[in-house]
């Protein structure tokens, strides 16, 4: 059994204790709004990057880049205590990576850049709720899929001639979210802080377009301030 399918299992558990324990009649609730927030984005590898240049001088100090996000959302309470998060936003995400072969294949020194990568991006996320009839307390996991938009390559160290890739090789992404968020219900609608980890499964590039990494998927960390309106009520 992998991290993933754990978690997934873990949060439907709770909701299934969560439920059960629920016996007062409860009225389903629609919630659409909006979201807003900022992204410390970085590109996973499986090794560290080189982050100093030919002498020997610290090129970047954060490897975490910060960047924006926000979209649209709609909430479905099924019941107390679960519900369903469906977003779509214009996520900003990327990081710092390193070319070690130039567009025709040769190997080079590494020449360390930052990859800005913005994407359209739908995440559906289960919503376990727990707390009293005001403030509570949201648990969320789910998949997201995503488009890029547009990409830009900023080079943090002279190339020296070498022509390297100007652009992703993969336009789609996929991968999971995790996290927590604070709501305040109100008559009419829903404030909520939210904090989410939100991990890509596939990679930015080809293996060996940029480098030797298998690995080179974006990882990001977002804190979000959201705002629902109750449209429906049945």
Do not use: C, W
């Not at 490897?63 to 709609?74: D, E, M």
């Not at 992703?168 to 979210?177: F, H, K, L, R």
């Amino acid at each position: 059994m992998n991290k993933t399918t754990g978690i997934i299992i873990f949060f439907v558990l709770i909701s299934s204790v969560l439920n059960a324990q629920d016996k007062e009649p409860f009225v389903p609730e629609h919630l659409f709004g909006f979201t807003a927030g900022i992204n410390m984005t970085s590109i996973f590898h499986e090794e560290n990057l080189t982050y100093t240049d030919k002498n020997g001088n610290l090129i970047v100090k954060d490897k975490l880049i910060q960047r924006y996000s926000g979209g649209i959302s709609y909430k479905y309470i099924s019941s107390k205590n679960v519900g369903i998060l469906l977003e779509l936003t214009y996520n900003q995400k990327g990081g710092y990576n390193e070319f070690m072969f130039d567009l025709n294949g040769n190997v080079t020194d590494s020449t360390l850049f930052n990859h800005e990568l913005d994407y359209l991006e739908f995440s559906f996320l289960t919503d376990i709720r727990m707390g009293k009839k005001h403030g509570k307390i949201n648990l969320y996991v789910g998949p997201h899929i995503s488009y890029l938009l547009k990409d830009k390559i900023i080079f943090m160290e002279n190339t020296y001639g070498h022509e390297y890739a100007d652009k992703a090789d993969y336009n789609i992404a996929g991968g999971i979210n995790g996290g927590i968020g604070y709501s305040y219900n109100f008559n009419k609608g829903e404030l909520e802080l939210r904090f989410i980890f939100n991990q890509d499964f596939t990679n930015i590039f080809k293996e060996k377009t940029v480098n030797n990494f298998s690995f080179n998927e974006n990882q990001t960390l977002s804190f979000t301030v959201s705002y629902y309106y109750k449209t429906i009520k049945k």
